[in-house]
Structures are given as structure tokens and as C-alpha cells.
T-cell receptor, first 112, second 115 residues
Framework: QKEVEQNSGPLSVPEGAIASLNCTYS??????FFWYRQYSGKSPELIMF??SNGDKEDGRFTAQLNKASQYVSLLIRDSQPSDSATYLC????????????WGAGTKLIIKP | ETGVTQTPRHLVMGMTNKKSLKCEQH?????MYWYKQSAKKPLELMFV???????ENNSVPSRFSPECPNSSHLFLHLHTLQPEDSALYLC??????????????FGPGTRLTVL
């Protein structure tokens, strides 16, 4: 059983719409959640992290965390073609003080 | 140079070759990581170093040998690799090892092809 699950996509969203990316995790006690963006052929770069239940907004990006349901989402408002990338979800591993459990990523395509 | 740098960016090697990947971080961080990324698979953590001391070796085959001479530099020595070792090798660093409190910053990666 995968510990962090993401729909591999591709998720196709028209330009200007809201893109919604979802991630579920299995360790109920996980405390820290990260969203990374990875352009094709590039390395992952951190977009947002969230620790508390609820929403966290940063510009066009909003992370949503629901620990009871064990999912974390990333919303991208006013999607731009430059948002086309693979989005990786990562969750801290409870039995380690530094390891993250990574999802395989969701490929997002923003259509002009 | 800023952030995390890696060289070479691309490497093609035969199964009998010996090569090394280099990573350097310019962020003043204390922890460094090697990851393997294969297509459509989650990132696989290979090694972790904290203040030049190895703290994790995730059952990685001995044909991969890490070296951390100081907190800014990390190497991955490769020998007698297999074609299935072809992947993107990513180096990352973080301020310390504090689980979810320390953001990991990635280098651009080395695209390795083993023939």
C-alpha cells in the first residue's frame, strides 16, 4: 500500500481556471506536508508547506489540510501555462526525524 | 554560485566504468541528501549526511558509495552500475535534520544513463 498517493494525471485545466491537486497519506500522525513543483527535466522546488488543519494561502496558491480525512490539497487560482508541471506531495515520516515520504506526482497541463 | 549545484548535468557510462557525481551547497546548511528519481516513481532517498556524518543508508547497493568531506560538498561514487540504475540523481540540502521543519532544497540533478 502506497503511503502517499497522488493521481498521476495528466490533469488538464483551461487557462484562468482553478487547478485542484490532491494527495492522501497513510500515517495518521504526520505533522508536516509539502508541495513541490517539478518542471520537465528540472529539479523539484518547494511551493508551500502546511502544518495545521485548514487553508494556507500564498499568492495564487492555497494549500488545504484535513488531518481527519488524511488529505492535503493544492489549489492554483488563475492557472497559467507556466504552471504546467508535475506537482509532488511530501509528508514527514513519523519514524524518522528527517525523512519525507513522497508521492509520485500529478502532471498538470494548463491549456491556453 | 547560489543554492545547490550538481555536476555533471548529464552522464553516460558503461557498466564497467567508475564515475563520480558532485554536489555543492552554498546555503550554509548542515544536512545533505542523495535521491534517485525514476520515471513515474516517488523520489527514493539513498543517503543522508548531517555535519559530514552519514545518518542514513536506505539499503542502497554497494555500487553506490557516498562521500561527504565537509558540510558543503557531497559526492556519489559510481562503479559497475546496471542499466536499471539509469535515472535522475538529485542532491538536496536542508538547514538541519528536523523532519518537517526543515525545507529541502534541490540541485538541478544529474541525468545518468548506464549502457
Amino acid at each position: 500500500q502506497k503511503e502517499v498517493e497522488q493521481n498521476s494525471g495528466p490533469l488538464s485545466v483551461p487557462e484562468g481556471a482553478i487547478a485542484s491537486l490532491n494527495c492522501t497519506y497513510s500515517d495518521r500522525g504526520s505533522q508536516s506536508f509539502f508541495w513541490y513543483r517539478q518542471y520537465s527535466g528540472k529539479s523539484p522546488e518547494l511551493i508551500m508547506f502546511i502544518y495545521s488543519n485548514g487553508d494556507k494561502e500564498d499568492g495564487r496558491f492555497t494549500a488545504q489540510l484535513n488531518k481527519a480525512s488524511q488529505y492535503v490539497s493544492l489549489l492554483i487560482r488563475d492557472s497559467q501555462p507556466s504552471d504546467s508541471a508535475t506537482y509532488l506531495c511530501a509528508v514527514n515520516r513519523l519514524d524518522s526525524n528527517y525523512q519525507l515520504i513522497w508521492g509520485a506526482g500529478t502532471k498538470l497541463i494548463i491549456k491556453p | 554560485e547560489t543554492g545547490v549545484t550538481q555536476t555533471p548535468r548529464h552522464l553516460v557510462m558503461g557498466m564497467t566504468n567508475k564515475k563520480s557525481l558532485k554536489c555543492e551547497q552554498h546555503l550554509g546548511h548542515n544536512a545533505m541528501y542523495w535521491y534517485k528519481q525514476s520515471a513515474k516513481k516517488p523520489l527514493e532517498l539513498m543517503f543522508v549526511y548531517s555535519l559530514e556524518e552519514r545518518v542514513e543508508n536506505n539499503s542502497v547497493p554497494s555500487r553506490f558509495s557516498p562521500e561527504c568531506p565537509n558540510s558543503s560538498h557531497l559526492f556519489l561514487h559510481l562503479h559497475t552500475l546496471q542499466p536499471e540504475d539509469s535515472a535522475l540523481y538529485l542532491c538536496a540540502s536542508s538547514q538541519d535534520l528536523r523532519g518537517g521543519e526543515d525545507t529541502q532544497y534541490f540541485g538541478p540533478g544529474t541525468r545518468l544513463t548506464v549502457l
